[in-house]
């Protein structure tokens, strides 16, 4: 259920509406998952390897997003957590690159959307 707070904000005109993110997240962490299961069963990588280290750390990144953006109201330290899960998702992929590129290319529209994010909680940032 979405906060009152949050429907009180003046959001971007291009905020998909609320429905889209349940489907986009849970179809972004399958493609997650299914990146880290081709990283973690690779011969390169198994049983774990310092790029799954990096995967999880960008996860647990993403996981924190919510409670700071909607349970601590606090869009400005949101956004810094998502500069960082941007960061540590493109170093995710780089190193994913290293054991298998398919790994990587799985990952593009969690990338893609995390931009998405970025603006959105830009604009949230700057316009309330």
């Given at each position: 259920?979405?906060?009152e707070w949050?429907?009180?904000?003046?959001?971007?005109?291009?905020?998909?509406?609320?429905?889209v993110f349940g489907v986009v997240w849970t179809f972004l962490y399958f493609c997650m998952g299914v990146s880290l299961y081709i990283v973690w069963?690779?011969?390169?990588?198994?049983?774990?390897?310092?790029?799954?280290?990096?995967f999880f750390i960008q996860l647990a990144l993403n996981l924190m997003w919510t409670t700071l953006f909607f349970t601590l109201k606090n869009p400005l330290l949101a956004f810094v957590d998502l500069v960082l899960i941007i960061g540590f998702t493109l170093y995710t992929m780089y190193l994913f690159?290293?054991?298998?590129?398919?790994?990587?290319?799985?990952?593009?529209?969690?990338i893609s959307w995390l931009c998405v994010?970025?603006?959105l909680n830009l604009y949230i940032i700057v316009y309330n």
């Open positions: 259920m979405i906060d949050y429907t009180t904000l003046r959001k971007a005109p291009w905020t998909p509406p609320n429905w069963t690779n011969k390169k990588c198994y049983p774990y390897c310092n790029p799954m280290t990096i690159y290293k054991i298998n590129p398919i790994a990587t290319y799985i990952l593009i529209p969690y994010a970025f603006s």
